[in-house]
């Protein structure tokens, strides 16, 4: 067995990847009120993530930036998945992200785009038929979501280097 | 589509006057303010996918002191002075007359100081652009946060990204005339606003 270097893939903003890559981390830098969604199918060992950004869409279809609102970008990513080889009914789903950053910021008004997201992610779980099984959300601080493809491993950072593995 | 970005880069240039109009003033209100004389290095004024206005900071990463606000009335957007902590504390060390501690954490008093930071360099800035389109801008109350790059400027991307998937970016480079701090002062006007300075420099 040779020995791998971990391929570190930045997901940006409204980003979407899916890779079966087992040298592959894809990770979420600087979430604040975005969410990280990641998915993974332990059996054909394919992952995803996808940067949400805000919770849906005023107007039609976004090519640009795939994952910008939950409610398009989370069909969005498990059907990729499904295209890749993977199986919905094994997904394993973790979100990280979601706070408020804002203290002025009324928690639960339209303006805590956090909280919406996290409800828009939900939702489209929901609808999607999934169920989320693991996160690390809310709060007043910006983390750091990382998924390691060989191992299925997710883990998040806070900017006080705070490591919780979800 | 060829005749937009040519009526584009017309419109541009009255952005630009107004926008060096307005930095001017905000950094000279700076410049009082930490009693030191302030170099203007470079503005750039851009129109960029979201991602890039988090690398002009460093990247989504790397640890920022963030002092935010955003405006209201006849134009709405979003202020930003973006410092890696050593320049912050360097910032205070001016303002509170004491040697920088670098540390991780603000007290409440630098908390102020800085938010007093952010409310000349915001109210200087909005005086002018408003003086100058006779229009009535309202700054918010600054917020001041350390913590990653992404997490700050999501505040301001998020509510940009509703409407587009790039971003106008007015970003200003500054140090002080002793080199001793230097820093970023961005403006990230909604879509209204620079719609609204076509109409009035028309």
Redesign the interface.
């Known amino acids: 067995m040779t020995a791998s270097i971990d391929v570190n893939i930045?997901v940006?903003?409204?980003e979407i990847h899916v890779t079966r890559d087992p040298d592959a981390v894809l990770i979420c830098?600087?979430?604040?009120?975005?969410v990280a969604v990641s998915a993974f199918d332990p059996v054909a060992r394919i992952g995803a993530m996808a940067h949400i950004?805000?919770p849906a869409s005023?107007n039609g279809a976004?090519a640009?930036?795939p994952a910008?609102f939950a409610d398009r970008g989370i069909p969005l990513t498990i059907e990729k998945m499904e295209k890749a080889g993977a199986q919905r009914s094994r997904l394993v789903i973790k979100i990280a992200g979601g706070?408020k950053?804002?203290?002025?910021v009324k928690a639960g008004s339209i303006l805590d785009?956090g909280e919406r997201n996290i409800a828009a992610v939900n939702e489209a779980m929901q609808k999607a038929g999934l169920e989320i099984h693991a996160q690390d959300i809310r709060g007043d601080?910006?983390?750091?979501l990382w998924l390691y493809i060989a191992s299925g491993l997710t883990r998040v950072k806070t900017?006080?280097q705070r490591i919780i593995d979800l | 589509m060829i005749q937009d970005v040519a009526k584009t880069a017309i419109d541009l240039n009255a952005w630009e006057e107004l926008m060096k109009k307005g930095i001017t003033n905000a950094i000279s209100g700076l410049s009082q303010m930490v009693q030191k004389k302030i170099t203007v290095d470079s503005v750039s004024i851009s129109r960029v996918p979201a991602k890039e206005v988090i690398d002009l900071v460093g990247g989504p990463e790397t640890l920022i002191v963030g002092i935010y606000l955003n405006f209201s009335g006849a134009a709405t957007g979003h202020l930003m002075l973006a410092h890696r902590p050593e320049v912050a504390y360097a910032l205070l060390g001016m303002i509170l007359g004491e040697e920088p501690v670098k540390r991780d954490d603000l007290s409440d008093y630098e908390q102020s100081a800085l938010s007093e930071m952010g409310n000349i360099t915001g109210s200087f800035f909005l005086n002018a652009i408003a003086d100058t389109l006779g229009i009535t801008l309202y700054p918010s109350p600054p917020a001041v946060i350390i913590d990653m790059a992404g997490a700050i400027m999501g505040i301001a991307l998020a509510e940009i990204l509703q409407e587009s998937d790039e971003v106008m970016v007015v970003d200003t480079a500054f140090t002080t005339d002793d080199q001793s701090a230097g820093g970023r002062f961005m403006i990230m006007p909604n879509e209204s606003f620079v719609q609204l300075s076509r109409q009035q420099a028309r």
């Open positions: 930045s940006g903003l409204g830098y600087g979430l604040g009120s975005c950004v805000l005023n976004n640009m930036l910008k706070a950053m804002l203290h002025g785009i601080w910006g983390r750091c900017a006080e």
